[in-house]
């Protein structure tokens, strides 16, 4: 199991249990499986995300990503985690504007001493890049950005990849062109996805679909 999420709550300052933004959520993701998040806005996707990106802590409950608990991690030992099992990828694309589209892919992939070029190119040949290598982000459309941006997240061969609206700022049809190839690499690679959208459409293309409601699977 790539992800286990059990029982998790949520609250900040001033919240309620009845009111917290998760109450006692749970999921299982297996390796080269995606799983959609749907929900309201305010329902608690993105704080479910960010909790098993490990990138903020939960209440009660537990996160386990293949074994190991969340809740015993230190911030150093979560740091490394993401380093080495997890990838994000965000609605805003977040490329580097001084670096070329290569550059932007490598990376994470270069910072953590992980950066195979052969899989990278691949990478780039998959999601269309092959030509564009040596272009910067302002020279790009939305829709190239997004996928250097997938290709850079998938370039350290994550277990676990997590998105959050990657698609949101793209047409219909970007979208869906996009996620296609998001799918077959994900697929390919083995890694799990977990992505958090308000599109039906895009839900519809996962394996399975978990949805949201005042902080509850509904």
Known sequence: MVLRIREVTKSYPGQTPETAVLRGVSLDLE??????????????KSTLLHLAAALDS??????????????????????ALRREKVSLVFQQFNLISSLNVLQNIALH???????????????AEKLGLTS???RYPEQLSGGQQQR?????????????LLADEPTGNLDESASEAVMELMLELV????????????????????????????????
């Not at 209440?59 to 030992?77: A, N, P």
């Not at 992939?109 to 990478?123: K, N, Q, T, V």
């Not at 250097?148 to 277990?159: E, F, N, T, Y």
């Open 31 to 44: 390796a080269g499986q995606s799983l959609a998040l749907t929900g309201d806005s305010g329902s608690g």
């Open 58 to 79: 939960f209440d009660s409950g537990e996160i386990e990503i293949e074994g190991t608990r969340l809740s015993r991690l230190g911030d150093s030992q979560r740091a």
């Open 109 to 123: 992939a270069r910072l953590g001493r992980r950066w195979e070029a052969e899989w990278g190119h691949r990478l």
């Open 132 to 134: 564009l290598l040596d």
């Open 148 to 160: 250097v941006a997938i290709a850079r997240a998938l370039a350290v061969r994550p277990r676990l």
């Open 187 to 218: 697929r390919e690679s083995g890694t799990a996805l977990f992505l958090v959208t308000h599109s039906a459409a895009i839900a519809k293309m996962l394996d399975r679909r978990l949805h949201l409601q005042h902080g509850m699977a509904a």
